[in-house]
């Protein structure tokens, strides 16, 4: 029994003297690139989401777009004319019946 743990003891100094001799890795200058690629490749790790966190996605995705259409609309608002709706009201308060009789006709 003394025998094999002599044996042991030998066996592992070997090899603890084998590792402790081996050095460092040897990196060159591209390890820190090659190793974020490796990283990026994997890709996100939880492929299944939530329901809100997809929808804070899409609203974030959109947003751009709704702001590029508010933005043209309110232009569009400014530049439209609204005396012409002013224009009819007041053609209906003062003659009621003329403005039936012209759109029922068709004029």
Request: glycine content about 6%.
């Amino acid at each position: 029994m003394a025998t094999l743990k002599k044996r042991w003891a030998r066996i592992e100094g070997v090899l603890r003297e084998a590792y402790l001799s081996k050095g460092g890795p040897v990196l060159d200058d591209s390890w820190q690139d090659k190793v974020m690629r490796d990283v990026r490749r994997l890709g996100p790790l939880n492929k299944k989401m939530a329901f809100f966190p997809q929808f804070e996605l899409l609203v974030w995705r959109l947003a751009p777009a709704v702001g590029i259409l508010i933005v043209s609309l309110a232009t569009a608002m400014i530049g439209y004319d609204f005396s012409p709706q002013y224009e009819v009201a007041q053609v209906f308060f003062s003659e009621p019946v003329e403005y039936m009789m012209a759109s029922i006709i068709g004029i």
